[in-house]
């Protein structure tokens, strides 16, 4: 499990994910970016809800389906706002994450996008399973149930 950093600030966080899926291990990875992607990001004119994690056929692992808008002052350089961006990870996690994806039914979804400290986007990912019907149903109850004990304390 990665260690919790110190976040500067938090851009955007994908809120479906833990309705949608069962997390289990969180990594955080460093994302390489060109220099407009940047400033979009600190703009917060990113989404990540779609987003999904891979290896390619080269072994490179990367993130697909988060869309990062285009910077209006970029200039004449061309931006394509919904590439594969490549995650930078230690060779220990990547093996961890290659042996879970053997399992069927496993995804990696990104939890949150943020910079860290020292000025570098970042993005927790998540080893996910995807719930069933009832699952999320028990998880709306539940938050139906901590709301209203909260209100009344």
């Not at 260690?3 to 994910?17: G, V």
């Not at 879970?100 to 979804?109: A, S």
């Amino acid at each position: 499990m990665a260690k919790k950093k110190q976040r500067e600030n938090n851009i955007t966080r994908n809120r479906k994910a833990y309705f949608e899926y069962s997390i289990g291990d969180t990594f955080e990875a460093g994302i390489v970016l060109t220099g407009a992607e940047i400033k979009s990001i600190r703009d917060k004119k990113v989404s990540i809800s779609e987003g999904y994690c891979f290896f390619d056929d080269s072994g490179v692992f990367k993130i697909k389906g988060i869309r990062i808008s285009e910077f209006k002052n970029a200039g004449y350089v061309q931006q394509d706002p919904d590439r594969d961006k490549c995650l930078l990870l230690n060779k220990t996690e990547l093996k961890k994450i290659k042996n879970k994806l053997k399992d069927q039914g496993i995804t990696i979804v990104p939890i949150e996008l943020f910079i860290s400290v020292k000025g570098f986007a970042k993005i927790e990912i998540g080893i996910a399973k995807g719930k069933k019907i009832h699952d999320k149903r028990d998880s709306l109850k539940d938050k139906a149930i901590n709301r209203e004990i909260n209100k009344y304390t």
